[in-house]
């Protein structure tokens, strides 16, 4: 079955670049929409986006300016780049396969499985 | 704030039932499909329920999804104390052009 690991910087400074990439195992990252979540300590969870197998990408509007999602469909793996971050951005830090599947305008978008997650504090 | 409304907070005693509600609007669960996710402290998400009603393999039938209009319900009968964790509902906003979730229920198994 399909298994997510996250991995990356635990700290990151204020107003620089926060990146992480998720390893996919035991199947293929081809074929799929692979996602990034988020969740502050004790608060709730927040889309950061979804990029396809091939490239195509969809970022939550509140991020866009300051996220990019790539995929390495060689090395099996994904990756998130958020730049300019900033305390808020502390977050745990989940990958996850989603899908996403329009119906006659209905869309489904559900995600499964997710990785461990990672926690990414910002502080100088 | 949540695009997704859910309450706070819900408690039943162990064997009883308990319902988590989420609500939205037409650009969101109105026209699009609800899932519903367990956290477990210190854990990561699972899914519970997708297209609604759906159940993942491996979920026990004490977990049931329903929607109506711009609201939708998860049901878990039979509560375990191992049931105690957060509930959270996602969906899509076409409004947005994003995925949403519900600010999460926890849930007390008394």
């Known amino acids: 079955q399909v298994q997510l690991q996250e991995s990356g910087p635990g700290l990151v400074k204020p107003s620089e670049t926060l990146s992480l990439t998720c390893t996919v195992s035991?199947?293929?990252?081809?074929?799929?929409?692979w996602s990034w979540v988020r969740q502050p300590p004790g608060k709730g969870l927040e889309w950061i986006g979804y990029?396809?197998?091939?490239?195509?990408?969809n970022y939550n509007p509140s991020l866009k300016s300051r996220v990019t999602i790539s995929v390495d469909t060689s090395k099996n793996q994904f990756s998130l780049k958020l730049s300019s971050v900033t305390a808020a951005d502390t977050a745990v830090y989940y990958c996850?396969?989603?899908?996403?599947?329009?119906?006659?305008?209905?869309?489904?978008?559900?995600?499964?499985?997710w990785g461990q997650g990672t926690l990414v504090t910002v502080s100088s | 704030q949540a695009v997704l409304t859910q309450p706070p907070s819900v408690s039943a005693a162990p064997g009883q039932k308990v319902t988590i509600s989420c609500s939205g609007s037409?650009?969101?669960?109105?026209?699009?499909?609800v899932s519903w996710y367990q956290q477990l402290p210190g854990t990561a998400p699972k899914l519970l329920i997708y297209e609604n009603n759906k159940r993942p393999s491996g979920i026990p039938d004490r977990f049931s999804g329903s929607k109506s209009g711009t609201s939708a319900t998860l049901g878990i009968t039979g509560l375990q104390t191992g049931d105690e964790a957060d509930y959270y509902c996602?969906?899509?906003?076409?409004?947005?052009?994003?995925?949403?979730f519900g600010g999460g229920t926890k849930l007390t198994v008394l």
């Open positions: 035991g199947g293929s990252i081809g074929s799929d929409y």
């Open positions: 996850a396969r989603a899908s996403y599947i329009v119906v006659v305008k209905a869309a489904m978008l559900w995600f499964d499985p």
């Open positions: 037409s650009s969101n669960i109105g026209n699009h499909y």
């Open positions: 990029i396809y197998y091939s490239g195509s990408t």
């Open positions: 996602g969906t899509w906003d076409s409004s947005l052009s994003a995925g949403v």
